[in-house]
Nanobody
Framework: QAQLQESGPGLVNPSQTLSLTCSVS??????????WSWIRQPPGKGLEWIGR???????YVSPSLKSRTSISRDTSKNQFTLQLTSVTPEDTAVYYC???????????WGQGTQVTVSS
């Protein structure tokens, strides 16, 4: 059974870069058939999907965030990372990492981490 844990700064200054890491245990991020993804929920709003990195290493990012977002991985540490540049207060949210399979079924989630963008 996989376990995911987000880590990163809880407070980021506007215009800076937000970096979050999702550490995975109980399963390899290179295992065929799985996608490792980021999603966020701003206060009082619904979930917004950010992007994913596939077991093969290729990535896909939501078009609405593509210009500011990159997702990468470190297979030696079994981690994947989200970087969001030029953040604004509108990027304030709880950020979650999760795993889903080729049937688009999400089975394991991190507990979420609050990120606030403020000076």
């Amino acid at each position: 059974q996989a376990q995911l844990q987000e880590s990163g700064p809880g407070l980021v200054n506007p215009s800076q870069t937000l970096s979050l890491t999702c550490s995975v245990s109980g399963g390899s991020i290179t295992t065929n058939g799985y996608y490792w993804s980021w999603i966020r929920q701003p206060p009082g709003k619904g979930l917004e999907w950010i992007g994913r990195i596939r077991y093969s290493g290729d990535t896909y990012v939501s078009p609405s965030l593509k210009s500011r977002t990159s997702i990468s991985r470190d297979t030696s540490k079994n981690q994947f990372t989200l970087q969001l540049t030029s953040v604004t207060p509108e990027d304030t949210a709880v950020y979650y990492c999760f795993r889903y399979n080729e049937l688009r079924y999400a089975d394991y989630w991190g507990q979420g981490t609050q990120v606030t963008v403020s000076s």
